[in-house]
């Protein structure tokens, strides 16, 4: 029986039994697991369909047991960026024709090792993901994003919306195109159309084109005004400061009654003691709390009876004592305000802003793609690095250092005229805290959140209704398992029961055909310009063509022969 393309997976964790769990759903391959003897992850590798060999994987006589020397691909997925080169390189020892596909966070080397390691892909499982959290921050609609023609190119993505959504009920699919400024691939679940189709406000339309043409196209509710009337600003003015006070420093609100009272009680006092109109009486008391009395009226010259000189004395000592308090409270405010705003804890005044929730190495790729389409941006990080101060101080977004689940840290991002809210600390419950908080908050406010879990992410999205959750594992290990036999693979998408490959290809003096009997051309980047394509036959020499895959034609296993050969190395 001849023997299929063997394919190594290298890795322990969740991304590298994704990858095995792609792999095998393809048919016309082999699939075998390779990491550190471990009874679970073997059972959860044969679940799936891929073998286990449970041996150290930095070692070559590892590699040379698992079959490394007539394997077609080497896929090393692991948490550490320095094991998987290792691993790469070793196979290409044993293996020069090998294809190496391998994951590093530090995407710089990533290309570095693209461009100077001959077949050779490489993967940051943080970039591939930031893009689709980006896309849905500011298009609640969009459900995979990414960079063409380069990874530092325009962010595109794809959009799934009723036309009327979209505002393009009506219009021909031609002109729908023209007002989108993006390629309907996709109109009331048909992908083969014709241009001049019109567009009912029901059908449904998947759109792939520049987010920043996207998201202009969706209809968001209208924010609160702003101009309001002076009488309610003064009102919520004054009550903003009352409740200020109250939460800065209790005890200032009962000084000021004791001082009212006394005030008042001294005034009916000295109007009946000194025989002064209410006026008079007003001015002595103040003077005299003030202890700045001029002597025009004192207890001697308004020939006062003895106890008046008493209750001047108390009058003048409560006056000092109240007017200290006072004056150390407000200091006390200032300082703690000064020190808040060091913090950076402040009230937030932007609207159609998107609200960041942690800036770690998802976070920090999100951010950056959110500045570079112009979006305002706030930040909530407990712990930002210097490089997240920098930009604050340059006004390129605002930064609030404190804890994003935490009700009152919310509370300062003026959710109400926020455009979305994206979660993306390192804990699952975290983020859904976060997006169940501002979803509290603002009832119509986009959320977005990084699940881990993508079980656990598709609940969450059907239990609490929040816009977006995704699993950064899912959106990267489909690109990952695609690489390993098609370079050029950018990720998976899923509309109307039908998975995608997507994928791209620069081509040569003479354009090659289509990469699979039946695909759909997107874009091609031409002159450093990012131009539709409905045929293929419309592609110029040296294009840079973007495409995707319907996956059902290659859809299917070989039973018996992956059995054989997975006893045998399972036997290894």
Not at 51 to 72: K, Q
Not at 210 to 216: S, V
Not at 223 to 244: C, D, F, N, Q, Y
Not at 411 to 424: E, P, Q, Y
């Amino acid at each position: 029986m001849a023997q299929l393309p063997l394919i190594i997976v290298v890795g322990g964790d969740e991304l590298a039994l994704r990858v095995c769990e792609e792999l095998t759903s393809t048919r016309g391959h082999d699939v075998v697991l390779l990491w550190h003897a471990d009874e679970e992850l073997a059972a959860r590798a044969t679940s799936v369909g891929a073998a286990f060999v449970g041996l150290p994987p930095n070692d070559y006589e590892s590699l040379r047991t698992v079959g490394v020397m007539h394997a077609t691909s080497i896929m090393p997925v692991a948490e550490e960026d320095r094991l998987n080169l290792q691993v790469a390189l070793k196979a290409r020892d044993l293996n020069p024709k090998i294809r190496v596909v391998l994951r590093q966070f530090n995407r710089t080397l990533a290309r570095k090792l693209e461009q100077n390691l001959p077949d050779c892909s490489a993967v940051s499982l943080s970039a591939q993901s930031a893009a689709t959290y980006a896309g849905a921050a500011i298009d609640p609609a969009c459900f995979f994003a990414l960079q063409f023609p380069d990874f530092d190119g325009p962010l595109l993505g794809f959009s799934d919306r009723a036309a009327s959504d979209f505002r393009i009920a009506g219009l021909s699919i031609e002109e729908a195109e023209r007002r989108l400024k993006s390629r309907i691939i996709s109109a009331a679940g048909q992908t083969n159309f014709q241009l001049s189709q019109a567009l009912q406000p029901q059908d449904r339309v998947v759109a792939f084109g520049p987010m920043e043409e996207l998201c202009n196209s969706w209809p968001r509710e209208a924010a609160t005004p702003i101009r309001e009337s002076l009488k309610h600003r003064v009102a919520a003015g004054l009550s903003a400061l009352m409740r200020a006070v109250r939460r800065t420093e209790p005890l200032l609100l009962r000084i000021f009654g004791a001082g009212a009272v006394i005030g008042v009680l001294a005034v009916l006092y000295f109007m009946w003691a000194l025989h002064l109109d209410v006026v008079k009486a007003l001015y002595y008391v103040i003077t005299t709390m003030a202890t700045v009395g001029y002597g025009d009226i004192t207890p001697l010259v308004n020939k006062g009876p003895v106890h008046s000189f008493f209750v001047a004395m108390f009058i003048m000592i409560s006056g000092i004592a109240i007017t200290g308090v006072f004056i150390a409270a407000i200091t006390a405010a200032l300082n703690r305000a000064q020190v808040t705003a060091l913090r950076g804890l402040r009230h937030i005044a932007s609207r159609d802003h998107v609200v960041v929730c942690g800036a770690g190495n998802i976070g920090t790729r999100v951010i950056d793609f959110l500045l570079r389409m112009d979006q305002s941006v706030v930040v909530i990080e407990q712990n930002p690095d210097n490089l997240l101060i920098e930009r604050a101080r340059d006004r390129q977004l605002d930064l609030l250092t404190g804890d994003a689940t935490s009700d009152g840290t919310l509370r300062f991002c003026n959710l109400r005229h926020a455009r979305s809210v994206v979660a993306l600390t390192g804990s699952d419950t975290a983020n859904l805290e976060v997006g169940l908080g501002a979803r509290a908050g603002s009832a119509h406010l986009g959320v977005v959140l990084r699940i881990a879990d993508s079980s656990f992410a598709h609940s969450i999205g059907r239990q609490f209704h929040i816009t977006k959750s995704f699993s950064a594992i899912d959106l990267t290990a489909p690109a990952i398992a695609g690489l390993s036999r098609f370079p050029g693979t950018r990720g998976r998408v899923e509309f109307y029961n039908e998975e995608y490959n997507v994928g791209e290809r620069l081509q040569g003096a003479v354009p090659a055909p289509p990469p699979a009997d039946f695909c759909i051309p997107l874009y091609v980047w031409r002159e450093d310009t990012l131009i539709p394509l409905h045929d293929f036959a419309e592609m110029k020499p040296y294009d840079r063509l973007l495409f995707i895959v319907p996956l059902s034609q290659f859809r299917g296993r070989e039973q018996a022969v992956r059995g054989e050969r997975s006893s045998e190395l399972a036997a290894r």
